[in-house]
Structure formats: C-alpha cells, structure tokens
C-alpha cells in the first residue's frame, strides 16, 4: 500500500485561509459615499457673539491754536464759543473786536464756568460778581425767569448790566473798531470798567495777548465762513 501521508497534507492546503481574511462587519460597514448624520445626541459647538461694548462719550475739546509752539487755548469748545459770540452780537450789538474783548475777560474771571467761586466765596460766576453786583445779578434772574447759576441766565444778566447800570463801559466797548486794534481797546475797556480790578492793567494783559492770538483772528475766520 502506498502511503497516505501525503493526503493530510493536500487536505490541508485546501483549507481557507482565514487568518489572512477579514470578514467586514455588517454593522460597522459604510459606503464610502455615504453622507453621514450627525447623532442626535451630538451638540454642535455654538460661537459666543458678544455684544460690542458701547464707545465711551467722547471729551470735548477746548478751542486752542498753537501759536510758535505755544498752545493758546480758552476753556469752552469751539461751538460753545459760537454760541456765546452770538448772543454778544445780537444782545448788544457788536462787532468781532468788542466781542473778542469781553470773552477773553470772561475766560480770565471764570473760564467760562457759570458756577465758579473765587474771592475767597465772595465771588461768583462767569464775570465773577461780588457783593450788591452779586445780588442783583441773581434778583434780575429771579425776576425775569431765568436761573442764576447757568450761563444762560448771567449772559442775560451782562446784557442788562452793560446797557442799563455800566453805559459808560458799554460805549467804549460798542465803539470799538472792529480790529485787532480794536479787540485790544475793548479787551482792556471791559476789565477797567466792567470788571474794575484794582490793577486793571495788569489784570488786562494777559486777556489782550489771548484776544490777539485766538479769539479775534477766529471770530474773523467764523465772519468769513458766513
């Protein structure tokens, strides 16, 4: 008889060879064009959009010029400056010089500042009046329906004091011609005999210097613009 070793062996390589064969999963199977869907549990990530914050009020800026690298500058904003050259002119009738003279007088009392206090408390406002002037100032306001602690209120107050109570300075000042001359006549005018400082020209010098170089030149420049 032949030997049948060999038949084991043949048997043998017949068998599948399954260590070198994956059987694909039919759960885990997908078509490579298949379009997969998220689960239903699955939370999309959400971006935060946070609200802008709200820009801070912007500051006003005081009128200035920069003149041969010095910065003249008065305490109020170009518009409020406007708005008290406009009252000036219509109340009192004034040209650019006269006005350029009482508004540097009252940045040099006030800066502008119709609550301000100087004197040591006995002064007040923006052409820091005193004593019996003080008083009439906030009767006149009280009388005409008008608040003594605004600027509103003291223009009013100026107005009448010039016209009815200080003619004299009111003339001289109205009179001025409207020039840098005439600016620096109406600076000193106010302060002598409105304001009547017990050195008025002293007091008067650093106005006429801040009419020169600021106030008249831009009052001009506004005329101009119309």
Known sequence: EKSSAAEPQAKASMQPETAEEETADPETARDPEETVEPSATEETPVEEVTAPSPAPPSTPVPMFDIIDG???????????????????????????????????????????????????????????????RLDQMVQYCKENGLNPITKEGQLQFLAHDLRDNYIYAYDLIRLCEDSEQGALQATYYFCAYYEVPADPEEESAGREELTKLLLYPRLNELSEEG
């Not at 409020?80 to 009482?102: T, V």
């Open 70 to 132: 010095r910065t003249i500058m008065i305490s109020i904003t170009e518009e409020e400056f406007i708005e008290y050259a406009a009252f000036l002119r219509e109340a009192l009738n004034l040209n650019d010089a006269s006005i350029a003279g009482i508004l540097a007088n009252i940045q040099g009392e006030s800066g502008f500042n119709p609550k301000k206090v100087g004197d040591s408390g006995n002064a007040y406002g923006i052409c820091q009046w005193r004593g019996p």
